[in-house]
């Protein structure tokens, strides 16, 4: 049984008195190294259709980072060659080294249904590459790339993507470990259930290498009916960290067969899409609506309720809700009405101002609707956080510096089926399980060499770090929060047309990424050497977050993104452009 555990947040991390960013006007210093044989951009085929095809495939970072050498990025160009592009000096880059040939270009390129090419850096010596039509081919890299080993993994015609990898070397063995991606078709018999059309697969493949020469040690395959927002390998080896809108189960293990779980969650029924009750809360209360039998009566409800505990229901077994409150209520102001057939609940929160992303801890049958008011409520509260517009009017009367966009689908009602799951490598239980619920998962990133990558959620408006373990303990905590970026989550739901996000190493600063031309970079509050007044309220001001916008002059479609504490990589389709970030 997993051990359900909550994502604890460092409230020292947390500004709540924070007033939004100040746009800035100054310039970048930014240089652009042309692009000569394009970026070799894969497609979705008419097969790939599926969100699954779209997370996974659809929106690929052509950006590859090295975290042994920040200041230096790789692409693929259309001759399958990679490029690696440096920055030498303070203010000098060159214009992009051939550094691989990816081999079998003309049998292999041409591949149906291939996926993009995928760059995995393990090491300051060695690089995993996958061709995405289903090679995979483990690198040297000490002075001219050269392939040590090179299989098809998942057998022949199967392409894959590469999510993670990582190698430990031994006094007599080096041991290399990847995660791969691919999607297949269900094998439901149900063709009439299209959530199960698709299956996506993580295979996670173990190599050894002795002496020169590399063998297949060690596979497994877990699979989901979602794309994963997050997945990676505990760099102990020792379990794998998943977050998906859908749960993820081992079904094979070459040295240690899977057993049948029966408390291993099963893909849902979803012919029947009827939501088990409705929903709707304010600030105060909470009003659930059932549908019972028109002849019911109040003699047939079965009603208890404690500070944190319900049992609703009828008394011929029928729960309605029957488990752990996601919060504290007030028992006094909670009830129940019953007119014809339709049963409401009223739940008071003891702890008011505070929204529920589910009324039962792990029950999801329910339907959320959007309380008008609240939402009303919302839009007014965070009006002063971002804008498009970038001449904004701060001494017109009542105008903040940024105007509100308009509430997107994320503020109204996440998907709370959202988890974030922890599985162990040898008995292939979940050993922790995290309800993201209204934490919607906003980027991914490696703030180092040797831990595992880091996943940026939304916690209310703010953008939350959090830093998995690379070894997570029973009765231990799977995330360390380590940073946030003020506002962060509703400044990108703000963005319609944003493509990629991320932030710098060192968490100095955030940038979310448009289709076409614009980058918008969100700094963390800096001190200043004197304080500012605000001349209207009289209150002082001892640090500012500063918001910047990159205008890119090509018109190109932006392929990828990459940040580092001093510098910027933005890649279209005919130039890559580095610009120069200036923090405190």
Request: proline fraction near 4%; charge should be negative; include cysteine.
């Given at each position: 049984?997993a051990?359900?555990?909550?994502?604890?947040?460092d409230?020292?991390?947390i500004?709540?008195?924070?007033?939004?960013?100040?746009l800035s006007?100054?310039?970048f210093?930014?240089?652009?190294?042309?692009i000569?044989?394009?970026?070799?951009?894969v497609?979705l085929?008419?097969d790939?259709?599926?969100?699954?095809?779209?997370?996974?495939?659809?929106i690929?970072?052509h950006?590859?980072?090295?975290?042994?050498?920040?200041e230096?990025?790789?692409?693929?160009?259309k001759?399958?060659?990679?490029v690696?592009?440096?920055?030498?000096?303070?203010a000098?880059i060159?214009?992009?080294t051939?550094?691989?040939?990816?081999?079998?270009?003309?049998?292999?390129?041409?591949s149906?249904?291939?996926?993009?090419?995928?760059?995995?850096?393990?090491?300051?010596d060695?690089v995993?590459?996958?061709?995405?039509?289903?090679?995979?081919?483990?690198?040297?890299r000490?002075?001219?790339?050269?392939?040590?080993?090179?299989c098809q993994?998942?057998?022949?015609?199967?392409p894959?993507?590469l999510?993670d990898?990582?190698?430990?070397?031994?006094t007599?063995?080096?041991?290399?470990?990847?995660?791969?991606l691919?999607i297949?078709?269900?094998q439901?018999?149900?063709?009439d259930?299209?959530s199960?059309?698709f299956v996506?697969?993580l295979?996670?493949?173990?190599?050894?290498?002795?002496?020169?020469?590399?063998?297949?040690?060690?596979?497994?395959?877990?699979?989901?009916?979602?794309t994963?927002?997050?997945?990676?390998?505990?760099?102990?080896?020792n379990?794998?960290?998943i977050?998906s809108?859908k749960?993820?189960?081992?079904?094979?293990?070459?040295?240690?067969?899977v057993?049948?779980?029966?408390?291993a969650?099963?893909?849902?029924?979803?012919?029947?899409t009827?939501?088990?009750?409705?929903?709707?809360?304010n600030?105060?209360?909470?009003?659930?609506?059932?549908?019972?039998?028109f002849?019911t009566t109040k003699?047939?409800v079965?009603?208890?309720l404690?500070?944190?505990?319900?049992?609703?229901g009828?008394?011929?077994?029928?729960?309605?809700?029957h488990?752990?409150?996601?919060?504290?209520v007030?028992?006094?102001?909670?009830?129940?009405t019953?007119?014809?057939?339709?049963?409401?609940?009223?739940?008071?929160?003891a702890?008011?101002?505070n929204?529920w992303?589910?009324?039962?801890?792990?029950d999801?049958?329910?339907?959320?609707?959007?309380?008008?008011e609240v939402?009303?409520?919302?839009?007014?509260?965070?009006?002063?956080?971002?804008?498009?517009?970038?001449?904004?009017n701060?001494?017109a009367?009542h105008a903040q510096?940024?105007?509100?966009q308009?509430?997107?689908?994320?503020?109204l009602?996440?998907?709370?089926?959202s988890?974030?799951l922890?599985?162990?490598?040898?008995?292939h239980a979940?050993t922790?399980?995290?309800?993201?619920?209204?934490h919607?998962?906003?980027?991914?990133?490696?703030?180092d060499p040797?831990?595992?990558?880091?996943?940026c959620l939304?916690?209310?408006?703010?953008?939350?770090?959090w830093?998995?373990?690379?070894?997570?303990?029973?009765?231990?905590?799977?995330?360390?929060h380590?940073?946030?970026?003020n506002?962060f989550?509703?400044?990108?739901?703000?963005?319609r047309d944003?493509?990629?996000?991320?932030?710098?190493p060192?968490?100095?600063y955030?940038?979310?990424?448009?289709?076409?031309?614009?980058?918008?970079?969100?700094?963390?509050?800096?001190?200043?050497?004197e304080?500012?007044?605000n001349?209207?309220?009289?209150?002082?001001?001892?640090?500012?977050?500063?918001?910047?916008?990159i205008n890119?002059?090509?018109?190109?479609?932006?392929?990828g993104?990459?940040?580092?504490?001093?510098?910027?990589?933005?890649l279209?389709?005919?130039?890559?452009?580095v610009?120069k970030?200036?923090?405190?």
């Amino acid at each position: 049984m997993a051990d359900t555990c909550d994502l604890k947040v460092d409230r020292s991390k947390i500004d709540s008195n924070f007033d939004g960013y100040k746009l800035s006007l100054d310039n970048f210093p930014t240089y652009s190294v042309p692009i000569d044989n394009g970026i070799d951009a894969v497609k979705l085929t008419e097969d790939q259709y599926s969100l699954q095809h779209i997370k996974a495939f659809g929106i690929h970072n052509h950006l590859t980072s090295d975290p042994w050498h920040a200041e230096s990025c790789y692409y693929v160009n259309k001759n399958w060659q990679v490029v690696k592009v440096t920055i030498t000096l303070e203010a000098a880059i060159d214009n992009g080294t051939i550094v691989f040939h990816i081999p079998n270009i003309s049998s292999q390129k041409s591949s149906p249904n291939r996926c993009h090419v995928t760059l995995c850096f393990i090491s300051t010596d060695y690089v995993l590459l996958a061709d995405g039509t289903g090679w995979l081919h483990v690198i040297e890299r000490k002075q001219n790339w050269q392939i040590r080993h090179s299989c098809q993994p998942l057998g022949e015609n199967t392409p894959f993507i590469l999510v993670d990898g990582f190698d430990t070397t031994s006094t007599d063995t080096h041991l290399v470990d990847c995660l791969l991606l691919h999607i297949t078709d269900s094998q439901s018999k149900d063709k009439d259930d299209k959530s199960s059309q698709f299956v996506t697969k993580l295979e996670w493949i173990s190599f050894s290498e002795n002496e020169g020469s590399w063998s297949l040690c060690h596979h497994r395959i877990l699979e989901g009916l979602s794309t994963p927002d997050y997945a990676c390998i505990e760099r102990s080896r020792n379990g794998i960290i998943i977050a998906s809108e859908k749960p993820f189960k081992f079904i094979f293990d070459s040295q240690n067969p899977v057993k049948e779980d029966d408390s291993a969650v099963k893909p849902e029924n979803t012919q029947d899409t009827t939501p088990a009750y409705t929903w709707s809360q304010n600030e105060e209360d909470i009003a659930v609506q059932f549908t019972v039998p028109f002849d019911t009566t109040k003699a047939d409800v079965v009603y208890k309720l404690s500070f944190n505990y319900i049992e609703f229901g009828l008394k011929d077994g029928t729960h309605f809700l029957h488990g752990d409150l996601h919060k504290g209520v007030d028992l006094e102001g909670s009830t129940w009405t019953l007119d014809g057939s339709r049963l409401e609940l009223t739940l008071s929160k003891a702890d008011s101002n505070n929204m529920w992303p589910n009324i039962v801890i792990g029950d999801h049958r329910g339907q959320m609707t959007a309380d008008p008011e609240v939402v009303d409520k919302i839009h007014e509260q965070l009006a002063h956080l971002t804008s498009d517009t970038l001449n904004p009017n701060p001494n017109a009367d009542h105008a903040q510096p940024y105007n509100a966009q308009q509430l997107e689908e994320c503020d109204l009602n996440l998907d709370d089926n959202s988890l974030l799951l922890r599985l162990d490598a040898i008995s292939h239980a979940r050993t922790h399980k995290v309800n993201l619920g209204s934490h919607q998962w906003l980027f991914n990133l490696r703030l180092d060499p040797v831990s595992v990558p880091a996943i940026c959620l939304r916690y209310d408006v703010d953008g939350l770090i959090w830093q998995p373990q690379n070894q997570i303990e029973v009765n231990t905590e799977p995330c360390t929060h380590i940073g946030t970026f003020n506002a962060f989550g509703y400044v990108q739901a703000s963005k319609r047309d944003r493509k990629y996000s991320t932030c710098a190493p060192n968490l100095s600063y955030a940038v979310i990424c448009d289709c076409v031309r614009h980058a918008y970079v969100y700094h963390q509050p800096e001190t200043m050497g004197e304080p500012l007044r605000n001349r209207k309220t009289g209150q002082k001001m001892n640090s500012i977050a500063r918001q910047q916008v990159i205008n890119l002059e090509s018109r190109d479609n932006v392929l990828g993104v990459i940040a580092s504490n001093k510098c910027m990589f933005i890649l279209t389709e005919s130039v890559l452009y580095v610009i120069k970030i200036k923090t405190q």
